[in-house]
C-alpha cells in the first residue's frame, strides 16, 4: 500500500511562512508528478500547485503565486511547499497526491481526479 505522509504544518501568524513536507511512507511507486491541494472548513478541496517530474515544471494556481514555491527531491518521491507570506485565507487542510499517468497529469494537473494516492492532510491556521 502507498502512502504519503504531509509535515510541517501548524499556526503561524499573518506574514509568516511555513514549509510542508510530502514523503511516501511504505512501498512507493513512481509517479509522473506530484500536487498540493488544500481545503477549508465548508469549502471544497482545491489546487494549489504541481511539479511534473520528467521536466520539472511547476504549475501554480494564481491565489497562490509569487508566495509559495513548490519544489522536490532527486530521487522524486518527496515534495515541498515553501508557503511565504501567508494569509488568514490560507488556512486549511493541506494535502499531497501523486499522479501516474503523464497525460491525464498534464492535461489536468488542477483536479484531484487526475492524482491516485493522497496523504491524510496536514492543518495550516494563519492568524490575522
Known amino acids: 500500500q502507498v502512502q504519503l505522509v504531509e509535515s510541517g504544518g501548524g499556526l503561524v501568524q499573518a506574514g509568516g511562512s511555513l514549509r510542508l513536507s510530502c514523503a511516501p511512507s511504505g512501498r512507493t511507486v513512481s509517479s509522473v508528478g506530484m500536487g498540493w491541494f488544500r481545503q477549508a472548513p465548508g469549502k471544497v478541496r482545491e489546487f494549489v500547485g504541481a511539479i511534473r517530474w520528467s521536466d520539472g515544471r511547476i504549475y501554480y494556481a494564481d491565489s497562490v503565486k509569487g508566495r509559495f514555491t513548490i519544489s522536490g527531491d532527486s530521487a522524486k518521491t518527496t515534495v515541498y511547499l515553501q508557503m511565504n507570506s501567508l494569509k488568514p485565507e490560507d488556512t486549511a487542510v493541506y494535502y499531497c497526491?501523486?499522479?501516474?499517468?503523464?497525460?491525464?497529469?498534464?492535461?489536468?494537473?488542477?483536479?484531484?481526479?487526475?492524482?491516485?494516492?493522497w496523504g491524510q492532510g496536514t492543518q495550516v491556521t494563519v492568524s490575522s
Open positions: 497526491a501523486s499522479s501516474l499517468i503523464y497525460a491525464l497529469f498534464s492535461l489536468n494537473y488542477a483536479l484531484d481526479s487526475s492524482y491516485v494516492y
